[in-house]
């Protein structure tokens, strides 16, 4: 599955997503520093994943916990 990195970002305008050289994808939170509480609730700051289809998974599920904590 082949995702454009600018199709993802206007998906998830709250992360700051990129691709490294190796081919991971990475997405981190912009504007909002997580307080420990959160990370012990399941939020991340950063998240990767080696494909494209997990990496969205994980930013849907970060999403859903942000809205359900």
């Given amino acids: 599955m082949c995702y454009d990195?600018?199709?993802?970002?206007?998906?998830?305008?709250?992360?700051?997503?990129f691709r490294s050289d190796a081919g991971v994808f990475y997405a981190t939170r912009r504007g909002i520093h997580l307080r420990d509480t959160d990370?012990?609730?399941?939020?991340?700051?950063?998240?990767s994943a080696e494909d494209a289809q997990t990496f969205?998974?994980?930013l849907r599920d970060?999403?859903?916990?942000?809205?359900?904590?």
């Fill in 39 to 47: 990370i012990d609730n399941g939020l991340r700051q950063t998240i």
């Fill in 56 to 58: 969205v998974s994980l």
């Fill in 5 to 17: 990195l600018d199709v993802l970002r206007a998906a998830f305008p709250g992360w700051s997503v």
């Fill in 62 to 69: 970060q999403g859903e916990l942000a809205v359900n904590p």
